[in-house]
């Protein structure tokens, strides 16, 4: 039973890093995306 919960731990904590590793760039490259955009929509404002 002891060899079972391990195994579940490991296997979690691989999942979760996956999932980090999978989101993270998506959450900062749509983050950079909404900046750039703000940005283009302010200089064009402007103009």
Same mark, same amino acid.
Do not use: H, N, Q, S
């Given at each position: 039973?002891?060899?079972?919960?391990?195994?579940?731990?490991? &296997?979690?904590?691989?999942? &979760?890093?996956?999932?980090?590793?999978? &989101?993270?760039?998506?959450?900062?490259?749509?983050?950079?995306?909404?900046?750039?955009?703000?940005?283009?929509?302010?200089?064009? &404002?402007?103009?």
């Amino acid at each position: 039973m002891d060899k079972i919960i391990k195994y579940v731990r490991v &296997i979690d904590r691989w999942v &979760i890093g996956v999932v980090l590793e999978l &989101i993270y760039p998506l959450i900062t490259f749509t983050a950079a995306a909404l900046v750039c955009y703000l940005m283009y929509l302010t200089t064009f &404002i402007k103009k």
